[in-house]
């Protein structure tokens, strides 16, 4: 909340906006260039032990399946901004095949490496007529 807090001059609502006990969400504004940032936490249900325990499970019959906390942050920038259409993601290699299925818009991006972030890291960037970021943990 301090880093929205210095970066716009309204960067919530009251706080973080739940949605159950593992959902929250959060929307600023009040950004140059930014009409607006919809923050959307979505953390595993570590408070549900049936859940944690199917979850367990599945991972023993999906070997691919990692069950992770995600926080997605959304972008809306304003219409008169000039700031080209883009799109980038740092994605873990790990999700990389899976990723692109499930994200329309990375399926145009380009894959690279970068000296500044981990190994276990790629830069995804591309033309698109949004901007999307979403991190996993």
Not at 42 to 63: G, I, K, N, S
Not at 85 to 90: L, N
Not at 111 to 119: D, F, G, I, K
């Amino acid at each position: 909340m301090d880093l929205l807090q210095k970066q716009f001059s309204r960067a919530t609502n009251g706080g973080l906006t739940d949605d159950g006990y593992s959902d929250f969400f959060n929307f600023s504004t009040g950004r140059k260039t930014i009409a607006s940032l919809h923050t959307v936490f979505t953390l595993r249900p570590r408070h549900d032990l049936l859940q944690l325990a199917y979850e367990f499970v599945w991972t023993l019959y999906d070997l691919t399946y990692s069950p992770r906390d995600v926080i997605e942050l959304d972008f809306k920038l304003h219409p008169d901004a000039a700031i080209p259409d883009f799109v980038w993601a740092i994605v873990t290699k790990d999700d990389l095949n899976s990723i692109k299925n499930t994200r329309w818009d990375l399926t145009f991006t380009k894959t690279s490496e970068n000296a500044a972030l981990p190994t276990s890291l790629s830069l995804m960037s591309g033309l698109c007529a949004c901007l999307s970021l979403q991190v996993l943990f």
